[in-house]
């Protein structure tokens, strides 16, 4: 090859990265250290969640040389109680980039595992040091990693693997990467006791730099309901997720290779014995339907070219065209595409037309999608101007557009599934809320489900008032997917509705010592920029924020006529038994009596008066 | 040697402190009652709002109106106000029979022994000028003096009053750089004096001046230092040179708009103090320097700044302003906008001002 063909390449998704790190959060060593506790500590809670362990987290943040100043090398530790990772899996899930457990459509704070991997390349770019991952997931045995990543072929370079006893499942993942404490720790530490706010069932523990140690315990014992995994709303897909889901294997063409074809044997119980063609279709025959799709399929063309085990080596399926009645095929012995007419009388003709067309048009709504029933789905294909049965398999482009278009468009469709979702629950956020501020006055409330394109969405939100807060002024804690959002708290629509409320007309004025937590949970949270750090205002999104304040707000309202009429007696009591006696004084002497006046019904008057009308 | 010309006023310093220590025990008495009675006590203040201060033509000064407002202990917000208000008047009763003086700012601290609260001078200032409005007394009567002091020069015999000095005389020009107007020159009476005028002049410069060239002797008079704007014991003290030892008052200012209001508040009175009578010498004249004399005496000058000019077009909404020399002047500042300082007269020499200018004004005088 010449060098010159190199140019078009592919490149391996852990070089596009390594391009690319900006894009991920690790700009520079303050951003990066912040950007690497985060992911390790979001993949560590969301592993607890996932399998309903309640989450113990370390996290420690050690100077490999205390004395240098910064930026300089940091080893980053995060352990947890999680599931832990299989051992076969490990060097996979932490050594190349792209791979990941959470391609589903469920909330979760991550999306795809991809940031875990970014901090360690970060790290080994940096420091030139491999990262360390200690993991048990049944228990018994800890298997510890130490790897490097290859860049450019985007795989782990397992430097070292050792086992051991192990009492209890958990994952330790540890980093050496260039990092500015000095700079991040604030942000850092915010982050944590934050995460803690929002996570009330977890405990974490951090341990900066300095040998400062902080500890946030569990409040909660119980863990909000797991989200499940849903099928797409038809609001929610565009054209090239409606292409994937057409053309994921179910409908593909499938390869023949020698684990095919034992695939085949091994489905039909024929393994040990040679067949003929005739033997084999009439085998196929009586087990036809416990047979999978793409054996079903390549047996559908072996009928078609009268082949045995022998023929099907020696072909390679290039394309079945059921709309023109063609199988194209190239053989290896002769070396050349050969295409062969399709007999439409031929029993094996509709199956294959089934298997590669793909459903109709009506079962693929109904199966793939949340909440689509045969009568909706019906409704749609004339509002679609499609065929029910239509054959999937069988759409041109533009009819795909069409068909996207249409599911964006069509109103019918019932509501996003919310059960995706994962919101915290009123009791638990008050309890954070109580435990974490421990103010005189907090609420809380949990909005029903609401969606916008297609996305569900819960809002959750809670409020704060005196005790331990400072009189400092209305502060607005963000969550996202039980995310704290640190950064760009000016543009977030968060803070845009609670600017847009006039606070005096619920009793709050000046410098209150208040505090809103607000949570978005959504399948898909609609960020305003890569960064992810604050929320777009999408009106759906916006109406249901607004409704929670106004709710809290009111609540807070009457807590504040309550506690007003009761401070307001209580000042006049205090401000009468402290100045009234020094009246009194004060005209004793004046007046040249000798005795003080009897004052102590004044006092007492004074305690009672109602306020005066202006 | 000119005696007191009124009998009846002798002793007239120990008298208003009587008035005083009487007004100040009725209102005791009245919150002792009420307390007693279950009654909540309160002051009726004159109101000082903007509103009620008028220009009385009759006693050429501004006064306030008949608007007053009642300042109770019922109502809670100013039941601290109203705390402060009696205390003040139990401490100013203490500081006049123990015969001491304090500071504006020593009333501020001493509040806090009486764990009555200010939050900071301002407000304690504040409440002193409510107890002159309450009493109509200036708050020198209280013994309470502000920071600012000015000097007196003359042949003026004076006896004190204050504690250890009772009875002591001191003639006032026994010493060359003249006696502070402080609370013991202020509280003492006025016993006998050869002069036959007041010259009370705006720079301390000028004042040591005057006395070197023996202006005292050559014009029998009494010079008085206002050093700037005259405080009110100066003003008190030149009022009390008119009345009771009926010696005529002039003024010489620096020649600009601010020097004509330093004459004019001495003669009668500023809005400030629009709840005090007997601060005014309303037959007080104004020498200069006046905007006329720069032409004629051919004054080297300086600009009249932004807010100067700000000051002019101010006054002349004043009424004491709308006739006369007083508004004549104010339009030829405003003309020629610029302005000489009493120092411009060291052109022609150090002694021109006490030789030729001061005769010549006071000549000038006498027909106004």
Known sequence: MSSNKETFSQISPSEFFYRNRDLAGFSNPTRSLYTSVREFVENALDACDQKKILPDIHLSIKAVDPEQADPKHYILTVKDNGPGIESKHIPHAFGTVLYGSKFGLKQARGMFGLGATMAILYGQITTNKPVTVRSCSDGKTLDEFVMLLDIQKNKPVILKHNTKEAAKTGLTVSIVLEGDYSKAGSKIRDYVSQTSLITPYASITFEEPNGEKFHYPRIVKDMPPPPTIIKPHPHGVDVETLRRMITDTHYQIPTVDDRMIEKIKKELGVQKKKLGAKDILDRAQKKWSDLSRPVRTIIAVMAFLDIDFDGLQKIRIDDIDVANKKVTYWDFGKAQSHAVELDTENPYYKQLANTVQGDTLLTFLTRRFQRVGPTTAEKFCEFAKFKPEKRIGSMTNEELVRLADALQKFDDFLAPDPSCLAPLGEEPLSKGIMKFFNPEFAAVIQRSASAYSGFPFIVEMGIAYGGDIPPSGLKVYRFANRIPLLYDEGSDVVLKIVNETDWSRYKIKGDPPLVIVSHICSTRIPYKTVGKENVADRPELERELKNALQFLARKLAVHMSRQGAADMAKKRANLYSKYVPLIAQFATELSGKKKEPNYKQLIRMGSEIEEQQV | ?368
């Open chain 2, 1 to 368: 040697m000119r005696l007191k010309n009124n009998k009846s006023s002798s002793k007239s310093a120990e008298i208003r402190k009587k008035n005083l220590l009487a007004l100040l025990q009725k209102h005791g008495l009245h919150i002792y009652e009420d307390l007693d009675k279950g009654k909540f006590p309160q002051f009726i203040i004159p109101s000082r709002s903007v509103s009620n201060i008028v220009y009385d033509k009759k006693l050429r000064q501004y006064v306030l109106g008949t608007g007053s407002v009642v300042r109770s202990s019922r109502n809670m917000s100013q039941l601290r106000s109203y705390t402060q208000l009696a205390w003040l008047a139990f401490f100013v009763n203490r500081l006049v029979q123990e015969g001491k003086s304090s500071t504006l700012r020593d009333i501020y601290y001493s509040s806090q022994a009486f764990s009555i609260d200010f939050e900071d001078q301002p407000e304690s200032d504040n409440i002193i000028v409510d107890l002159e409005a309450v009493t109509a007394s200036p708050r020198e009567d209280f013994h309470i003096f502000p920071e600012e002091r000015s000097s007196v020069f003359g042949d003026l015999v004076i006896e004190y009053t204050v504690p250890g000095y009772e009875g002591k005389r001191v003639n006032l020009s026994d010493h060359p750089d003249g006696y502070l107007i402080g609370p013991s020159l202020s509280s003492a009476e006025l016993v006998d004096t050869s002069a036959e005028l007041v010259i009370a002049i705006e720079k301390g410069g000028l004042f040591t001046r005057f006395v070197e060239e023996n202006v005292h002797k050559k014009f029998k008079a009494i010079i008085v230092d206002t050093a700037g704007q005259a405080p009110r014991s100066t003003r008190s003290l030149l009022r009390r040179l008119n009345k009771e030892m009926g010696l005529p008052v002039v003024i010489l200012a620096d020649g600009d708009v601010y020097g004509e209001h330093i004459a004019m508040v001495i003669k009668s009175g500023s809005a400030n103090a629009a709840h005090l009578r007997e601060l005014t010498v309303p037959d007080a004249k104004w020498l200069g320097v006046w905007a006329t004399d720069i032409e004629k005496y051919k004054l080297p000058t300086i600009p009249m700044t932004e807010s100067d000019i700000k000051r002019i077009y101010d006054l002349q909404k004043d009424p004491r302003y709308q006739e006369g020399n007083w508004k004549k002047q104010l339009e030829v500042f405003l003309k020629i906008k610029r302005k000489a300082e009493l120092e411009a007269f060291s052109k022609y020499g150090l002694t021109n001002i006490t030789d030729k200018y001061l005769p010549a004004k006071l000549e000038e005088s006498k027909s106004l």
